[in-house]
């Protein structure tokens, strides 16, 4: 008893609980659902006509904290300069990207609530729908007075990007014969002369793009100081967050005895493998198809101007000679060592292409982005065929494996980084005193299950009043997913102390068949859940469930849903619970557990113990918990604990004693299975012959 109430004062202290909405944030949630409803149509609601034409912006320029947004947008609007509606938006292309940003600092900079709704009404009916998507979504993120505020995920907002075009085609069709209806998504296909097609339920998955889309509006790369909150830790986190993309997506590809992802192969400009999204975008141009072997040529187009293949490759040279010296230039005569744990964030911030400062950034170019362009634009580099932009060039760019060979490039570079540093000691990493006796894993099985969506976004129509509303057409996907299971760790304490308890699952052995060393595994770790608890004298048992991760966030509420829930509490009828430090980002929880084998697939589980007070970062304003996670930070303020990300796995381990005989440290192994449904052979093979 004693223990519980101790330790819910630990957790209680640091933790902001939900809370239930009052009248004003449920009107704030409502306006901010009808802003994102329909972005195609600029009046769908009657209030957005009033507002539209009668506010006027630049009358009212004492209500923005920062005029130049605003001002921008006005004018850029009045003189046919914003991007067209029905163009497709892409954050990679300079123009597009620079007037996302007024537009953005357009909202950002409103001074209430209401000066941002209108502003939102405004930039509805005059941008680009793409942009303005994007630039009301991260503004809703980073605002204060939105805070908690809930947004509809992504893949219900532009579903074409995430789901083919057959499902889309069918639900038009299927929409004027009856209401209401399901459309069934078969997402993935198999080609025996194309192994990748085995990962489409993995890298088609709509969470993960979701949540990788969503880390990019969390952590944007274009975030200046000026706008009054540093995203802390920026590009460590940008190095880890990818950092577990990858080892995720190879654990993913160990479940099928396909081998670890390769870098691209800039010096060959060779890209081996194609890939065909089967997406069209609303206006119905087509996400381009590359096919095998295609050349990597420079770019040299409308959108882009001139990127060179060799310049990415020079960008890429001096950082990784930067690496090897341990310090970056910061300007004339300047520089910045990387030789300490701080080094990964200057290091992630340049790679990401977030630099703090204009010679670095001249030197260090935009490896990232260019990357992207270079890579993305592959099939049609000089603009002749008037191609749309690519999934690498999209908010859904983790569906193109290609991804995940550049990423594979970068992660190499982080890791070399990483093993110049002096690996931990065992006095460094030791508990004097705290040993784990066992650690014990219920069931560990995974399984597809079906998932719903809301497509009503796709379909232009005019709205009939609330009463008329009815009942919207869904789209069902088929996932991975996996059983709750629960972990028991039995610790034997000589002292009472707060504890973070990390969690690791890494492969055992490669797809050939062979182990891997110590070091390999501590690398292609994937964080399971770090959290805090109270460890008394004596013996523990500490009971943790899969669900309560901190890396993972659960599934986001369907549209439909959360309009329904919202209006109901206003009504008065049911609470609205809202979480004030609510993250959009975290990793999908249903894909916490790669798919493993029907017969199983055997992993090694890590678990380690160290001492919370010593990494406590005293002016962190609350503790882990879901969402506020080591890959997605926090979004107010400082992140909570003070080591590495990824600590202490992160640095190499050139002696593989010092973690086997250290007793809070504690390994073993584990297997996860496969369970094959019936239905599911069925809808593979009935989709084969298709
Ligand atoms: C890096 O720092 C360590 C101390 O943490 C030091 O021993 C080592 O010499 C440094 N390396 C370089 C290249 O300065």
Not at 140 to 147: P, Y
Not at 547 to 555: C, F, G, Q, R, Y
Request: proline residues 4%; charged residues 25%.
């Amino acid at each position: 008893m004693i223990k519980f109430v101790l330790l819910a004062f630990l957790v209680g202290a640091a933790v902001a609980r939900p809370e239930t909405a009052n009248k004003e944030f449920l009107e704030r949630q409502k306006a901010v659902l009808q802003l994102l409803e329909k972005v195609q149509i600029p009046f769908y609601y009657k209030e957005f006509e009033e507002i539209a034409q009668t506010y006027q912006p630049l009358q009212h320029l004492q209500n923005y904290k920062y005029t130049e947004g605003i001002k921008y947008l006005v004018k850029a609007h009045e003189q046919h300069e914003l991007m067209p509606k029905s163009k497709i938006f892409s954050l990679y292309y300079p123009e597009d990207r620079k007037q996302a940003i007024y537009l953005f600092e357009a909202l950002y900079y409103a001074k209430d609530f209401e000066t941002f709704y209108k502003t939102a009404v405004y930039a509805r009916y005059v941008a680009n729908e793409q942009m303005y998507v994007y630039a009301l979504t991260t503004a809703v993120m980073h605002r204060e007075d939105t805070r908690g505020i809930k947004l509809p995920a992504q893949y219900e907002i532009f579903p074409e990007h995430f789901i083919n075009s057959r499902a889309i085609y069918q639900a038009y069709k299927q929409k004027g014969m009856k209401e209401g209806s399901t459309v069934e998504v078969k997402n993935t296909w198999f080609s025996k002369k194309n192994w990748e097609t085995l990962l489409q339920y993995y890298t088609n998955d709509l969470s993960l793009t979701t949540h990788y889309h969503n880390f990019g509006k969390s952590f944007p790369v274009w975030w200046q100081y000026v706008y009054g909150k540093q995203l802390d830790r920026q590009g460590e986190l940008y190095f880890y967050a990818q950092h577990q993309l990858l080892n995720r997506y190879n654990m993913e590809r160990l479940s099928h005895n396909m081998p670890t992802v390769r870098e691209v192969q800039w010096d060959k400009r060779y890209v081996k493998y194609g890939f065909n999204p089967q997406t069209i975008y609303r206006n119905g141009e087509e996400f381009p198809v590359r096919y095998d072997d295609m050349e990597i040529k420079d770019v040299h187009d409308k959108k882009y101007g001139k990127i060179l293949v060799r310049d990415v490759q020079d960008y890429e040279r001096r950082i990784r000679s930067a690496i090897d010296k341990q310090f970056v230039l910061k300007g004339e005569y300047q520089v910045q060592s990387l030789n300490n744990t701080e080094g990964v964030n200057v290091l992630g911030q340049i790679i990401y292409g977030a630099h703090e400062n204009q010679e670095a950034h001249h030197y260090y170019g935009k490896l990232n982005t260019y990357s992207h362009a270079l890579l993305g634009r592959i099939v049609d580099p000089e603009g002749k065929y008037n191609m749309a932009p690519s999934v690498l060039e999209q908010d859904v760019a983790v569906r193109d494996p290609l991804y995940y060979n550049l990423k594979k490039q970068y992660d190499q570079m982080f890791q070399k980084h990483k093993y110049l540093l002096r690996p931990y000691t065992k006095e460094e990493i030791e508990m004097n005193g705290v040993t784990i006796e066992d650690v014990q894993v219920s069931e560990l099985k995974t399984y597809m299950e079906p998932y719903e969506i809301t497509l009503s976004n796709i379909f232009d129509e005019t709205y009939k009043g609330e009463q008329e509303q009815e009942q919207p057409m869904k789209a069902k996907v088929e996932r991975l997913t996996h059983k709750p299971f629960q972990y028991q760790i039995q610790v034997n304490s000589q002292q009472e102390f707060n504890a973070v308890v990390r969690i690791f699952l890494a492969p055992k052995k490669n797809a050939f068949g062979q182990k891997y060393s110590a070091q390999e595994q501590a690398w292609k770790a994937m964080e399971l859940d770090t959290f805090i608890t109270k460890i008394q004298t004596g013996k523990n048992t500490l009971l943790r469930k899969s669900a309560e991760s901190t890396v993972t966030i659960n599934d986001y509420t369907n549209m439909f849903d959360l309009k329904n829930k919202v209006k109901d509490a206003l009504q008065g009828q049911g609470e609205f619970m809202f979480d004030k430090d609510y993250r959009h980002c975290g990793f999908p929880a249903h894909l916490l557990l790669p798919r493993g084998k029907v017969e199983g697939q055997e992993y090694a589980l890590f678990v380690y113990i160290s001492n919370y007070d010593q990494e406590k970062v005293s002016d962190a304003q609350f503790s882990l918990k879901q969402g506020v996670s080591s890959i997605c930070g926090t979004m107010k303020g400082k992140y909570p604990l003070s080591k590495p990300l990824g600590y202490p796995l992160d640095r190499a381990i050139p002696e593989e004693h010092v973690f086997k005989t250290t007793k809070n440290f504690f390994y073993k192994n584990v297997v996860i299975y496969h369970h094959q449904q019936q239905h599911h052979e069925e809808f593979n093979t009935k989709f084969i012959h298709h």
